[in-house]
């Protein structure tokens, strides 16, 4: 009974933001996505240039030379991004600090999709486990929204190259930020990503060798699986199955698959704890489950949680406190 009290909690939520979302136009858009490339007339030009991004080690790599100019003032840091979009107040990064006793240790936390507002509860809990908390606004949200946006309709879309724009865009953000952090002094660095959140975190750990500690809650491994199949992106499904199929949305969103980053995530000096939800209806726990047997099959140094509740319930006692407890005991080791 209680469990179905729950699933119900679950669904109450997530129809909270359905009244706000619209379904909008299927766009190729790859000239947002390959800047260097020529624009792909077809899916199946925009799928061969994504493939080739997955090749490319240097696609989630700082632009060369870049030497980050940052502001720091009243537990607040600010700085341009590094890749340029339409929406001007989306090119500046945003990110609050919450400090703790020492330097030793950083906590750099990505939020989920459509956040509207930080984790205040969190980052005070970390903070007093002894890791310094950075909380970054990820694209199109908080400071950076759009305007007259109701949603962060540009972060995840049925434009193609706009989504992975935006994913890049966040990855590259956050690299800047960890190097704005050693600057500065501070030691180790983690990151914790909820969410779409930890599909950010997991391709900053991937590509950022700084790294030593990733927590991805609510994580799967492709995305065109999660926004085809999840509770939350219905609407971006409707946009994009007249005009597309699953199999080609997977080789589009190619770049933004951690399965393809398996062998990144399982080096030696990278501990990964992954917290996943065996009643998700937005982030299926067979997609879950698929991407940590990829983990484990590369060898990843990966411990994993999985909780009897939902993607919205894990915000619930006990099980945020249980996943809060397991991660502090990674990021403590």
């Known amino acids: 009974m209680y469990h179905s009290w729950l699933d119900r909690w679950d669904e109450r939520r997530a129809q909270r933001r359905d009244a706000v979302k619209e379904e909008t136009a299927f766009a190729l858009d790859a000239q947002l996505a390959f ?6 007339a077809s899916i199946g030009c925009f799928t061969d240039l994504a493939e080739q ?35 001007d107040s989306n090119n500046i990064v945003w990110a609050k600090v919450t400090e703790s006793r020492s330097k030793d240790r950083v906590l750099v936390i990505f939020h989920h999709w ?6 205040g509860q969190i980052a005070k809990y970390f903070s007093s486990c002894g890791s310094t908390v950075v909380q970054i606004a990820m694209p199109y949200h ?8 109701l949603y ?7 434009s193609l190259g706009r989504t992975i724009q935006s994913v890049r865009q966040a990855v590259l953000d956050g690299r800047t930020l960890i190097r704005v952090l050693q600057q500065r002094g501070y030691g180790e660095v983690s990151v914790l990503g909820m969410s ?35 509770r939350a992106t219905r609407h ?43 009643r998700d209806t937005v982030v299926l726990p067979e997609l879950s489950k698929r991407l940590t047997a990829k983990l484990k099959e590369a060898g ?6 999985e909780l009897n509740c939902g993607h919205y319930s894990l915000s619930l006692p006990p099980y945020i406190i249980r996943a809060g407890f397991s991660a502090s005991r990674l990021l403590n080791r």
């Not at 962060?152 to 049925?158: F, Y």
């Open 236 to 278: 971006i499904r409707a946009s994009l199955e007249d005009q597309i199929n699953l199999a080609q949305l997977g080789r589009a969103w190619s770049p933004l698959n951690l399965e393809n980053y398996t062998d990144r995530l399982a080096r030696t000096d990278l501990d990964l704890k992954i917290v996943l939800a065996q």
């Open 300 to 305: 990843a140094r990966a411990d994993v949680l």
């Open 114 to 119: 459509n956040a509207s507002s930080r984790y």
């Open 53 to 87: 991004a997955v090749g490319d080690a240097t696609f989630f790599d700082e632009p060369e030379g870049s030497d980050p100019d940052f502001e720091w003032q009243d537990g607040w840091i600010k700085f341009r991004s590094s890749v340029s979009t339409d929406t």
């Open 152 to 158: 962060a309709d540009h972060m995840l879309s049925p």
């Open 35 to 40: 800047p260097s490339a020529e624009n792909a």
């Open 142 to 149: 908080f400071e950076r929204c759009r305007p007259a946006s």
């Open 196 to 230: 779409l959140g930890s599909w950010v975190a997991g391709l900053v750990a991937a590509n950022d060798l700084t790294v030593k500690k990733a927590v991805l809650f609510l994580v799967a491994g492709s995305l065109a699986d999660m926004v085809w199949t999840g």
